[in-house]
């Protein structure tokens, strides 16, 4: 096929957007975390961009892109074998299609860390993600994208169940062997600057149009449709959660605005380039007012998803998997266009993602635990992972 | 009246409030300070450039009690400020000061009331 120029430039400019994100998500996640572990933190999201740049290329992108069985893509392209600066994907060079997909797998273990902060080895926190990236991502990433057993059965227009639900649902299963951190539901564990945190919130959304936007693969009307849907419906999610903030807890918090807007993100994402901006309005809402009910719901669980992973990728993901399939128009039909059927297909491949994810995860993080050992001691957690896993402070005097 | 001086470990403050409110004693100036005493420094690492330094963070308590409150006060801290049963070095200090005056702004009363 010809390389279109318009749309080869468009996925370069996405994919750098994308990219963007891992900064975005550092501040996100630093804002929230206390002071020792601001950089403990920050690194969980940027040590990813060197571990799983080098891996996609390695084995990953071979995994989840090449020909194979219904499970999982083969070996064919291993160290990128095969693809020269001559082949092409669709409309746009491989080596743009590689860059692109490869941002993805980047940000996808990068979200899973807001569930660890503050205790988890990094030494462990990178045998996770590599481990996980190949065992979880990359068949996911063939199951929905790669010519696997979903590809063109549950409707996942950027990722919504590729990235957010394995790395929401995973967050909660890594949990069962890491733990709470010290102090959790006795002291309070407040963010250390919430301005990061905004500016984080603020620099996703922006790189979220690449990511969105830039999964039409193409700069045609489907890319400027998925814009549109990435640009009201995080709105329409920020503003609900801080409405029902404001009517909960009397107060309307920039916290609760800035993880607003995250949900929508996350919600729209599966969406996207399905449906029109006022179903990203209604996504938004639902999203905003679901996902402050299961953050609110951790409190009496009792379990310690620091930054609320799952909250908002695992909920927020499924949330936008499922009502994808209610109001696909375009391109598709779902339960608003008299199409049931594909609802069904999304929960299929929800719960199925869910529970290989689940399985996968526990095993890891078991091994993990047995062998590198998954959490920091006592005294390490309380002097902070700054200091002691990385030998330097966020702050000095 | 008493000038109460506490030096802990910054994870151990919401412990520490938690028991002095059980004592009612309810007035509190924290701050946020470094230094450095039996418990041993750490290695930093600047770029690949390494070198110890013997500051750790550490909070700093500030209370004016009335000398009916004092032991409570001490009992409090130091109960909050234990990292376990038999204490651990860098669990902190406290000193106790005597107090010449005390003045509230807003009202003007001085002496012990002012507490």
């Known amino acids: ?397 | 009246m008493k000038y109460v001086i506490a030096i802990i470990r910054p994870e151990r403050l919401d412990s520490v409030t938690r028991e002095l409110q059980k004592v009612e004693v309810s007035r509190l100036t924290v701050s946020p300070v470094s230094g450095y005493g039996a418990q041993k420094g750490y290695l930093e690492v600047y770029r690949a450039f390494e070198r110890e330094i013997n500051l750790l963070e550490k909070i700093k308590l500030e209370i004016a009690v009335n000398d009916n409150f004092l032991a409570p006060t001490i009992e409090a801290i130091q109960k909050g400020a234990k990292t376990n049963e038999k204490g651990e070095i860098g669990d902190g200090k406290i000193f106790v000061l005597p107090i010449e005056d005390v003045i509230r702004i807003s009202t003007g009363k001085v002496g012990s009331d002012a507490i």
């Open chain 1, 1 to 397: 096929m010809t390389i279109v120029f318009a749309d080869t430039a468009w996925v370069l400019i996405s994919s750098a957007l994308v990219l963007f994100m891992l900064p975005g998500l550092a501040l996100f996640y630093g804002g929230m975390v206390r002071r020792k572990n601001v950089l403990s933190s920050m690194m969980h999201s940027f040590v990813v961009m060197g571990i799983v740049a080098v891996l996609w290329v390695v084995v990953g992108y071979s995994l989840a892109f090449s020909p194979g069985n219904w499970f999982v893509g083969g070996l064919d392209h291993l160290f990128l074998r095969g693809i020269d600066y001559n082949s092409t994907t669709g409309t746009i060079p491989t080596y743009a299609f590689i860059a692109f997909q490869g941002m993805f797998a980047i940000i996808t273990p990068a979200l899973i860390s807001g569930a660890v902060v503050g205790r988890i080895k990094f030494k462990s926190y990178i045998a996770f993600v590599i481990i996980w990236s190949l065992l979880v991502y990359a068949p996911v990433c063939h199951w929905v994208w790669g010519g696997g057993f979903l590809t063109g059965e549950a409707l996942d227009f950027a990722g919504g169940t590729v990235v957010h639900i394995t790395s929401g649902i995973s967050a909660l299963a890594i949990l069962v062997f890491l733990g709470k951190r010290r102090g959790y539901g006795v002291d309070v564990i407040k963010p250390h600057n919430v301005t990061l945190t905004l500016l984080g919130a603020g620099l996703l959304w922006f790189g979220w149009f690449g990511f969105n936007a830039g999964s039409a693969l193409a700069a045609n009307k489907i890319a400027a449709l998925a814009f549109m849907t990435t640009f009201v419906a995080p709105a329409a999610a920020g503003l609900t959660w801080m409405i029902v903030e404001w009517f909960c807890t009397g107060k309307p918090t920039a916290l609760g605005f800035a993880t607003g807007i995250l949900a929508g993100l996350v919600a729209i994402t599966p969406a996207a380039g399905f449906v029109t901006p006022m179903a990203a309005i209604a996504i938004g809402i639902v999203a905003g007012i679901v996902c402050y009910s299961a953050v609110m719901l951790k409190g009496k669980l009792g379990y310690d998803d620091s930054l609320d992973v799952f909250g908002v990728h695992g909920v927020g993901g499924t949330t936008g998997a499922l009502l994808t399939g209610v109001f696909a128009t375009v391109g598709a039909t779902g339960l608003l266009s008299g199409n049931a059927h594909q609802l069904f297909l999304q929960f299929e491949g929800v719960v199925i993602t869910m529970i290989y994810a689940i399985v996968c995860t526990l095993v890891i993080g078991f091994v993990l635990d047995k062998t590198l050992g998954l959490k920091v001691s006592v005294s390490e957690e309380n002097i902070g992972l700054d200091q002691m896993q990385h030998g330097e402070k966020g702050y000095n005097f």
